[in-house]
């Protein structure tokens, strides 16, 4: 089980940052990402954190303005959300994976969810 939290309303060029921490098992050594469903569109990539923390994978439309992270001692994932804009209002999703060979830009690649916290940028 997955818990998110940090969600919010903000003004343009604003920031946020979202919170994922796992309960229930631990995530460490697993990739992690976070996607985001606007109203009447598909859930979109956002980004992606590797095993390590080493690596990261962004989608072009958040590349640098947002940063994701984790911390496997608290368990726990961050979404870091800078010079946010209306467009990137959306339910943002954490996600883990156990799966042996995912891919970790599609949400095929994961098999833990969380609950979605709400993300509104006013314009």
């Known amino acids: 089980v997955q818990l998110q939290s940090g969600g919010g309303l903000v003004q343009a060029g604003g920031s946020l940052r979202l919170s994922c921490a796992a309960s229930?098992?631990?995530?460490?050594?697993?990739?992690m990402g976070w996607f985001r469903q606007a109203p009447g569109k598909e859930r979109e990539f956002v980004a992606a954190?590797?095993?390590?923390?080493?690596?990261?994978d962004y989608a072009d439309s958040v590349k640098g303005r947002f940063a994701i992270s984790r911390d496997d001692a608290k368990n726990t994932a961050y979404l870091q959300m800078n010079n946010l804009k209306p467009d990137d209002t959306a339910i943002y999703y954490c996600?883990?994976?156990?799966?042996?060979?995912?891919?970790?830009?599609?949400?095929?690649?994961?098999?833990?969810w969380g609950q979605g916290t709400l993300v509104t940028v006013s314009s």
């Open positions: 229930g098992r631990t995530f460490s050594g697993r990739p």
């Open positions: 996600a883990a994976t156990t799966l042996r060979t995912p891919t970790t830009t599609a949400a095929t690649g994961y098999n833990y």
């Open positions: 954190i590797s095993a390590s923390g080493l690596d990261t």
